[in-house]
C-alpha cells in the first residue's frame, strides 16, 4: 500500500505540447534523410518491389519529396487554420451529408479525404506513368497491367502511412493541430480501409498481367510457390511473393475483426486480433521497400508518441472502491490518483490482475472546474488550468452481459482479492490520460443542454457539476437529459449525488426518461427538447451529446435550429460576428421549431460513444 505522502506525489510526466513541437520540427525533413541514405547509400533491396533494381531512384525520390511536401504543408494550412475562427469551429464544419443510413460526413472530414485523394491520384499517374513509359516492347495490354498494379502498390504504401498517422490518440498532432480523438479515430478506420482496398487491387491487377502475358501459372508461382522450382523455394527471394500475400490478409483479417459490432460486444477479441497489424506491416516492409520509405515520419511519430504515453502511464493507482449500482451499472473509484482531469475529459485503464495488456477508454465522472483567473469569463477558460480541485478519479462502466467480459472479470477480480490487513481488496490500476476537452468556453454559456443515453452520462455529470461548483455569471439553467433502459437508473449514485448539490435546485433542469418497448417509451425527441429552450438574441448555448449513435445524428441534426453552430466557440468578434444582425426579432413559433434561431450561438461537442 502507498503512504499518504506517496499517494499524493505523482510521478513525473512528460508534456505533449513540449514533445509535439520537437517531434513536428525534425521527424519529417529526418525521415526524409533517412529514407535517402537507404535509398542510394544503404546498398542492395532486400524486397521483392524495389524501385532501385529497376533504375527509378530519381523517381522515388521526387515521390517521397513530394509526399512528404505534401505532409508538410497540409500539417501547417491546418495548423494555422486553427487560429481563424473560420477554420477552428464555424458552422461549415458541423454541417453533414449524409452517406447512408448510419454513416454522416462533415464537411471537414470531406475536404480532408478530397486533399488525400487528390495526391494519391496525383501518385498514382505519376507512377504509372513512368512504369508505362519503361517498358515499351510489351504488348499495349501487358504494358497497362503492369504499370497498374505497380503504380497501386505506392497509393497502398502512401495509405498505410497516413492510416498509421492519427493513431497517436490525443497526443502529438492532436496537441499540435487540436484534433479530436473521435475524428481521428474515424479517419484512421476509414483509412485503414482504403489501404486493404488498394492493397487487394493490386493483387488482382497483379493476377491479370500474369494472365495476359503466361497464364495463372505464373501468378501461382510467385504469389503461392506453386509450380515453383526447388531454387525458387530455397531462395530468400522467393519468398517475398507469398510474403506481400500473407501481409494482405493479416490486413484484411483485422479490418473484419475492427467492425463496430465487435469492438462494443466482443472487445477482447478485437484488441488482441488488432495486434496482428503490428505483423502485417512489417511484413508488407519486406515484400516492398517503398511501403517503409512512406511509412517512416507517420512510423516515427507513432513510435515517440507511445513510448511518452508508456512512460506517462507507469504509475499504478489503488482501486479504492467498486460498487455495483442498483441500475446495473459499476462505479469505480480511484481516490489516490492525481492526476489533472478536465470536464469531458477521458482515460483508459489497465487493471493487471485482470489483463497486463487491455487498456479500456472510460469518461471521467467526477471533474471539477478549472481555477479561476479573474478577467472576463471567456479568458478565465482560455487561460485555466484543467486541474480539479477534488482529489480522486470515478469511471461509471456499463458491464457486458457475458462472463467472459473485461467488466465480469474485474468484478470478480475486486471480490476474490482482498488484503489480509485491512481487510480491503487490494487492485491496482494504470492510467493513460486524460485525453480530450471542451471547446473553449464551454462551460460559460447562456444555455447548457446536456444529452446522454445510456452509459454516456459520465461526461454529463462531470459537466453539470463542474458548473455547479462554479457557476459562471451569465449561466441561466442547465438541461439535463439522460435517457436509459435501467429501470433504477435514478439510483445511481453519482447521479443522486448531482441532485443533492445545492445549486441544483436553482440550476439544474434533469430529465430522466426509462426508455422501454413494452410501455411504450422509446428514444427522445431531441426536437421537442430543442423547441422547449428559451433563448433570446445574443444567448450562446452549449451542447454537449453521448450516446448511441442514432441518438447523436438527431442531436447533430436538431441543434442547428437553436442557432448558429460555432463549433469550438473562436468567434472574430464578442458579438458573434457581422453574419448575426441583433435587432432582428425572434419568432418564437417559427425560431423554436422552424428555422434557425436568429442571433443565438451553439458550441457543440459530441463525445464518442464506441471507441
Not at 490525443?170 to 474515424?186: E, K, M, P, V
Not at 463542474?466 to 455569471?473: G, H, M, Q
Not at 431531441?526 to 448555448?541: F, H, M, N, W
Amino acid at each position: 500500500m502507498a503512504s499518504p505522502s506517496d499517494s499524493r506525489r505523482d510521478a513525473f510526466r512528460f508534456k505533449t505540447i513540449h514533445i509535439a513541437i520537437f517531434t513536428a520540427a525534425t521527424v519529417l525533413p529526418g525521415s526524409l534523410l533517412v529514407s535517402a541514405y537507404v535509398m542510394f547509400k544503404g546498398g542492395k533491396c532486400c524486397s521483392q518491389v524495389c524501385p532501385e533494381k529497376e533504375h527509378l531512384n530519381m523517381e522515388m525520390r521526387n515521390s517521397l519529396v513530394t509526399f512528404y511536401g505534401w505532409l508538410a504543408v497540409v500539417a501547417v494550412v491546418f495548423a494555422l487554420a486553427q487560429r481563424t475562427s473560420w477554420g477552428h469551429g464555424h458552422s461549415w464544419k458541423h454541417r453533414y451529408i449524409s452517406l447512408s443510413r448510419t454513416t454522416k460526413w462533415s464537411y471537414a472530414e470531406i475536404v480532408v479525404w478530397l486533399l488525400v485523394l487528390g495526391h494519391q491520384l496525383y501518385q498514382f499517374t505519376y507512377w504509372y506513368t513512368q512504369y508505362h513509359s519503361r517498358f515499351s516492347t510489351s504488348s499495349s495490354i501487358q504494358r497497362m497491367w503492369r504499370a497498374t498494379y505497380k503504380a497501386i502498390a505506392y497509393n497502398a504504401g502512401i495509405q498505410l502511412s497516413l492510416t498509421l498517422l492519427p493513431t497517436s490518440r490525443n497526443g502529438l498532432l492532436s496537441t499540435l493541430f487540436g484534433i479530436g480523438y473521435d475524428h481521428s479515430l474515424s479517419f484512421h478506420r476509414w483509412s485503414g480501409a482504403l489501404t486493404v482496398l488498394l492493397a487487394g487491387a493490386h493483387v488482382c491487377a497483379f493476377a491479370a498481367y500474369c494472365l495476359v502475358r503466361s497464364g495463372w501459372a505464373q501468378f501461382w508461382r510467385i504469389a503461392l510457390l506453386i509450380g515453383a522450382s526447388h531454387e525458387r523455394i530455397a531462395s530468400y527471394r522467393g519468398w517475398l511473393g507469398p510474403v506481400g500475400l500473407v501481409s494482405l490478409l493479416l490486413f484484411l483479417w483485422v479490418s473484419l475483426n475492427s467492425f463496430q459490432s465487435i469492438r462494443r460486444t466482443r472487445f477482447n477479441w478485437f484488441w488482441f486480433n488488432h495486434f496482428a497489424v503490428l505483423g502485417a506491416i512489417l511484413l508488407s516492409f519486406v515484400h516492398a521497400s517503398p511501403m517503409l520509405y512512406y511509412a517512416l515520419p507517420t512510423l516515427t511519430l507513432y513510435i515517440i508518441d507511445s513510448c511518452v504515453r508508456v512512460f506517462n502511464r507507469r504509475r499504478a493507482y489503488n482501486v479504492t472502491s467498486l460498487t455495483m449500482e442498483d441500475c446495473g451499472y459499476v462505479r469505480l473509484d480511484i481516490a489516490d490518483c492525481h492526476i489533472p482531469a478536465a470536464p469531458g475529459q477521458w482515460v483508459s485503464i489497465c487493471v493487471p490482475a485482470v489483463s497486463n495488456v487491455e487498456w479500456h477508454p472510460f469518461t471521467v465522472a467526477n471533474s471539477s472546474p478549472p481555477r479561476r483567473r479573474g478577467g472576463p469569463p471567456e479568458m478565465e477558460y482560455l487561460l485555466a488550468r484543467s486541474t480539479p480541485v477534488a482529489p480522486g478519479l470515478s469511471l461509471i462502466i456499463k458491464p457486458q452481459a457475458h462472463d467472459a467480459s473485461w467488466t465480469q472479470s474485474l468484478v470478480r477480480t475486486w471480490q476474490e482479492t482482498t488484503d489480509p490487513e485491512s481487510g480491503t481488496p487490494i487492485i491496482q490500476v494504470h492510467i493513460d490520460g486524460p485525453y480530450g476537452s471542451l471547446p473553449p468556453r464551454f462551460l460559460r454559456s447562456d444555455h447548457v443542454l446536456i444529452v446522454v443515453g445510456g452509459s454516456g452520462i459520465p461526461g454529463g455529470l462531470a459537466i453539470a457539476r463542474s458548473i455547479l461548483e462554479n457557476p459562471p455569471p451569465r449561466i441561466q439553467k442547465i438541461h439535463f437529459w439522460w435517457t436509459c433502459r435501467a429501470p433504477n437508473a435514478s439510483q445511481l449514485s453519482l447521479y443522486q449525488d448531482l441532485l443533492a448539490h445545492p445549486r441544483a435546485t436553482s440550476l439544474l433542469v434533469p430529465r430522466l426518461i426509462i426508455t422501454s418497448p413494452k410501455t411504450g417509451t422509446h428514444r427522445l425527441s431531441v426536437a421537442s427538447i430543442c423547441s422547449q429552450l428559451e433563448t433570446r438574441p445574443g444567448d450562446v448555448v452549449s451542447v454537449y451529446g453521448c450516446g448511441p449513435v442514432g441518438l447523436m445524428d438527431d442531436v447533430r441534426n436538431e441543434v442547428g435550429r437553436l442557432g448558429r453552430v460555432v463549433g469550438d466557440g473562436f468567434e472574430t468578434s464578442s458579438d458573434g460576428g457581422s453574419d448575426v444582425d441583433g435587432n432582428v426579432e425572434m419568432d418564437p413559433e417559427r425560431g423554436r421549431a422552424g428555422r434557425t434561431r436568429r442571433g443565438v450561438r451553439v458550441l457543440l461537442h459530441i463525445e464518442g460513444y464506441g471507441r
